[in-house]
């Protein structure tokens, strides 16, 4: 009978019920689901990097190891698998832009990728790319490197551009995090990829050791193990190290001299070389100039030929003329002297009969004064021997004519000679200047070939000897080199990973007790209700004969049951949705598997437990308390607490002034002072939820609007390839047209800034001495104070890392770079900043104590009103040198992705408290209901129309829901400060606050859940019998 009873029991209040089971379910599930969240996070990273077989050590020396000290560190023992890699920054070409990438040599036993797409690579000339840089689209496409590398940089590789074949993850680089670099903006991009045969060196930068261990990830057995290991592995580390140096050092002495060897017998022989060059040129040249001679001459002599050929060519025409001019005389003569002769003849016979005179004279002039001798008489006597004298001349004139011809002949024929000569020399002349011409080139050919020649010698011999020097300057400088045995706790990603899961362990163990709290109030609250309603009932079965264990028990087990299924259930989905949840968010910051399911037996029986404390404990008190007295007395109902005057009745202007229905609002309010702490405290938890909820939020997202807005004010980062020059700060200041206001060059690396127990990465930034950068980063103290920036000597340092390393103002700290340089400054301020970690420095500061001058390789700029950014960027993209451009706006929307991961958690933590605010409501909200049952009959009764009645009931839940929420809110704001000291996230800070919106939604949404909760029961007020109020005690 009793069991049955017991069932009905639950069947018939079965809203009393649900409700203990509801908020055991919302306690169990919110404390089981974030408690296994660790563990489940810790077991998937387990799972992953025992797949990806991440290193124990990572062993590093300045000298490199070779194949056979490999081999000899895999002999060691306890040893799994040790390989050698190859690691280098490089500067890449990729997409259009130049990104710092660090270069990797694949790995198969340890450290092994996580193909993501495509395939992995087969030859020398093809790479794997970062999953978290690059998307499957690149695959196909080539990264190059940058012809801005150092030329000894770019000697580390076989190839200067690579073929990518696939996307991968790797255990290295588990966060979003790719570490610091000395090239660029000092930041790594993402990492690469290649086959060992992708490197030109033929010796390994680091070797990475993997233990044949088994201990679970983070645990103290581990770490004691690792660092049991320690000392030996670093002895071991610096005696091949050693090895190795003398090895390196005996090899490059003994290069070094061959290398001299060579320089001086390569000198001698290229001089000889050079110097029979130099010989055959001036003979040459030599030549040339004898060619020239005898090439002016012959053109001298030639000059002249035609004229005299002219010349003899006109005296053979007039020799030809005068010929015929005598031929024609002679002629004329012969003639002559034949009529002369015959006239003669007849001149003689009439002569001889009486010769006149005149007549001899007449024809005296003919003969060529032959016959003039006939002038006399006795001339006729010498006629015929002068006209014999005259053929004689006559004779000889035409041999000498003869003979004329004949020279002329002979003059012709050598005239025609001596043209065919001139033309033949010309001919030749022609052919000598080709010559000369061909030999004049050949001769410029072979000086220039021969300077060039000189000049590659000079400079190979400059180099050369400009190596050997280096080389002996490197060799005396050589020291012993430097060694690092680094376990996990260096990966950025392994350690953070652990704090991260760390986080989710910390608010585990704060949320979940206010809602075991509030649960075990609302046991307490309910069984208090239930035991007090039956107290009659019990007095019954105590009379009956039944035992008070076995009443007891019928209540525990109402409670218990209740309690149990609502822990099953809430154990059930808790385990499984808050992990997926909080999963999911952290998704954002880490590359591994999905996440593995994890069941706690441990934390299954402590739920039980618990679960059981919060209802079966209570219960046990209630019932106990109520066995106590004896059957008789407890089927009589309870004497009625003596009346009493609350508080405000002793302020008479305040109670005087109530009306009637509020000063019974406020009896009652103040006289049930049970209740009234019991609705106060379990609305103020639920209050205090909210606000520590909506808080977080507040917390979270603004940061990055405040981070880009108010504190890095410029609008877009340029980056350049190598230290500005006067001509692009011009070409810079130039753009104003385009949309630049106003612009500062500032030199930025990435550097560790050592604390007293631990270091953190830090990005040092030194601006241009002549510029102001107030315009472009508002440096201020947490409370808003504005901080100079600093003077020589003096560092102004990012709030979070200064109080995560200990470090207050005036302090000393040491900043060292990846070179172990250091710089020790003074902290002159602490500035606000809330996205990475910045430490800002002066110029003079930094030269003074690095010994070099700051390289000013990026600038901000700050972009006028109504300017595009992203068509700027674009613009100073396309300038000389330009690496990078950063605009501001897309770093904000991407941190702001990252954090709006966070915001998933904080609806699921408004959610839970809304739950528990309404299931808190609900049943205090019942049981004030049920409890008043006949008072509420009674104003009924009284004529209380049905919304006067529920104004009279719902005035007092109002009224303790307001004061509930308000005391949430102080509490609130303590649990917030609580709950955000538990969450650090490295590099990033938050601003610890609760708006003051938040605190109006946390009231305003307890008072809606109060409000919805009365709409609820409102329908049981209204099913209250009148008749109620006519049941006596009696």
């Not at 001086?264 to 029979?276: G, I």
């Not at 002349?429 to 000079?458: C, P, V």
């Not at 603004?702 to 020059?725: E, F, H, L, N, P």
Request: aromatic content about 10%.
């Amino acid at each position: 009978m009793i069991w049955k009873s017991t069932f009905r029991e639950i069947k018939e209040s079965l809203g009393r019920f649900l409700a203990i089971l509801a908020i055991v379910a919302l306690g169990v599930g919110f404390f089981a689901g974030l408690k296994v969240t660790q563990p489940a996070m810790l077991k998937t990273a387990q799972r992953y990097f025992d797949k990806t077989a991440l290193y124990d050590y990572r062993l590093i020396s300045t000298v490199g190891f070779s194949e056979d000290e490999v081999e000899t560190i895999k002999k060691q023992k306890d040893v799994k698998a040790a390989e050698g890699a190859v690691t280098f920054d490089i500067i890449c070409e990729s997409g259009g832009k130049e990104r710092v990438l660090k270069m990797h040599s694949i790995t198969e036993d340890v450290n092994r990728l996580v193909l993501v797409d495509g395939e992995l690579p087969e030859n020398a000339g093809e790479c794997v790319v970062d999953s978290n840089l690059y998307g499957a689209s690149m695959i196909g496409k080539t990264i190059k490197l940058s012809d801005g590398n150092d030329e000894d940089d770019l000697e580390h590789f076989s190839n200067r551009e690579y073929k990518i074949t696939g996307i991968v993850q790797s255990p290295l680089y588990s966060q979003f995090e790719r570490g610091s670099t000395s090239l660029g903006n000092g930041r790594v991009s993402g990492f690469v990829y290649l086959l060992p045969e992708g490197f030109a060196d033929d010796y390994y930068t680091e070797v990475y050791v993997k233990f044949a261990c088994d201990f679970p990830l983070y645990s103290e057995e581990y770490d004691a193990y690792i660092e049991q290991k320690q000392d030996a592995w670093e002895a071991l580390t610096e005696d091949l190290a050693a090895e190795r140096y003398q090895t390196v050092r005996s090899e490059a002495e003994t290069k070094l001299a061959d290398g001299k060897k060579q320089l001086a017998e390569k000198k001698e022989e290229t001089k000889s070389q050079l110097d029979d060059a130099k010989k055959q040129l001036e003979d040459a040249k030599s030549q040339i100039e004898d060619g020239e001679k005898q090439l002016a001459d012959a053109k001298k002599k030639l000059e002249y030929a035609p004229d005299e050929l002219e010349k003899k060519e006109a005296e053979l025409t007039e020799a030809e003329k005068a010929i015929q001019e005598k031929e024609t005389q002679l002629d004329q003569a012969e003639v002559a002297l034949g009529i002369g002769y015959a006239q003669g003849v007849g001149q003689i016979q009439k002569a001889l009969n009486g010769i006149s005179e005149g007549l001899f004279s007449e024809n005296g002039d003919q003969g060529n004064g032959a016959a003039g001798s006939f002038s006399s008489g006795d001339a006729l006597a010498d006629a015929g021997s002068q006209i014999a004298d005259a053929k004689a001349q006559i004779a000889d004139g035409r041999a000498q004519i003869a003979e004329a011809q004949k020279q002329i002949e002979s003059g012709k024929s050598a005239i025609a000679k001596a043209k065919k000569q001139l033309e033949e020399s010309k001919t030749q002349i022609a052919e000598k200047e080709a010559e000369l011409s061909d030999a004049k080139t050949q001769y410029e050919d072979g000086k220039k070939e021969y300077e060039d020649g000189l000049s590659t010698y000079n400079e190979e011999i400059e180099k050369a000897e400009k190596k050997i020097s280096d080389g002996e300057k490197t060799l005396k400088e050589l020291k012993d080199p430097d060694t690092y045995v680094l376990g996990r706790d260096t990966n950025v990603g392994y350690v953070c990973f652990e704090s991260d899961s760390g986080i989710v362990d910390g608010v585990a163990d704060v949320f979940p007790i206010f809602f075991f709290l509030v649960a075990a109030l609302v046991c307490v609250t309910t069984m208090n209700r239930m035991v007090e309603e039956q107290r009659t009932q019990i007095g019954v079965l105590k009379a009956l004969g039944y035992s008070e264990h076995t009443i007891m028990a019928k209540y525990m087990f109402y409670s218990g049951s209740a309690a149990l299924t609502g822990c099953v259930a809430g154990f059930a989905l808790g385990t499984f949705l808050f992990p997926k949840v909080i999963w999911y968010a952290y998704g954002m910051l880490y590359k591994m598997d999905s996440l593995v399911y994890v069941f706690d037996w441990k934390l299954a029986v402590i739920s039980v437990i618990v679960s059981l404390l919060c209802s079966i404990g209570t219960t046990f008190v209630s019932v106990r308390r109520e066995l106590t007295e004896v059957a008789a007395e407890l089927m009589r109902p309870k004497t009625p607490k003596a009346g009493k005057r609350v508080f405000l009745e002793y302020i008479p202007f305040v109670w005087k002034r109530l009306k009637f229905l509020q000063k019974v609002s406020m009896r009652n309010i103040f006289r049930y002072k049970k209740r009234f702490f019991m609705m106060v405290a379990g609305i103020s938890g639920c209050s205090a939820l909210l606000v520590t909820g909506f808080g977080v939020r507040d917390s979270v997202t603004g940061i990055v609007t405040q981070q880009y807005t108010q504190i890095q004010t410029y609008d877009i980062g340029v980056t350049y390839s190598s230290s500005v020059t006067p001509e692009q700060k011009s070409e810079l200041e130039s753009k104003e047209q385009d949309g630049v206001e106003k612009s500062v060059f500032v030199a930025e690396k990435s550097m560790d800034l050592v604390g007293s127990e631990k270091t953190k990465s830090v990005s040092l930034i030194i601006a241009d001495p002549d510029s102001d950068m107030t315009p472009f980063v508002n440096l201020h103290t947490e409370k808003g104070v504005p901080i100079t920036f600093p003077k020589k000597g003096e560092a102004v340092i990012s709030a979070k890392v200064a109080d995560e390393l200990g470090i207050k103002t005036g302090d000393t700290v040491t900043l060292q770079d990846s070179d172990m340089k250091t710089i020790s400054v003074t902290v002159s301020g602490l500035c606000e900043n809330f996205v990475y970690n910045y430490v800002y420095l002066s110029a003079d500061t930094y030269e003074e104590q690095m010994k070099t001058e700051p390289e000013y390789k990026n600038a901000f700029v700050c972009v006028s009103e109504g300017t595009d950014a992203h068509l700027l960027g674009t613009s100073l993209m396309a300038m000389s040198d330009v690496a990078a451009v950063n605009i501001s706006q897309d770093d904000m929307e991407r941190f702001s992705g990252m954090m709006g991961s966070m915001d998933l958690i904080v609806v699921v933590i408004i959610l839970c408290a809304a739950g528990l605010a309404f299931i808190v409501l609900y049943n205090l909200t019942n049981i004030n209901i049920t409890e008043r049952v006949c008072e509420i009959a009674t104003i009924e009764v009284l004529g209380f129309y049905e919304n006067e009645t529920a104004a009279y009931v719902f005035r007092e839940n109002t009224i303790l829901t307001f004061l509930g929420a308000l005391a949430g809110l102080v509490l609130g704001v303590f649990l917030h400060r609580f709950v955000m000291s538990q969450i650090v996230v490295d590099m990033v800070a938050f601003d610890v606050h609760v708006k003051p919106i938040s605190f109006v939604y946390s009231v305003v949404l307890t008072l809606v859940f109060t409000w919805f909760v009365d709409r609820l029961m409102r329908k049981k007020i209204d099913a209250i019998s009148m008749t109620e109020s006519l049941k006596s005690v009696d």
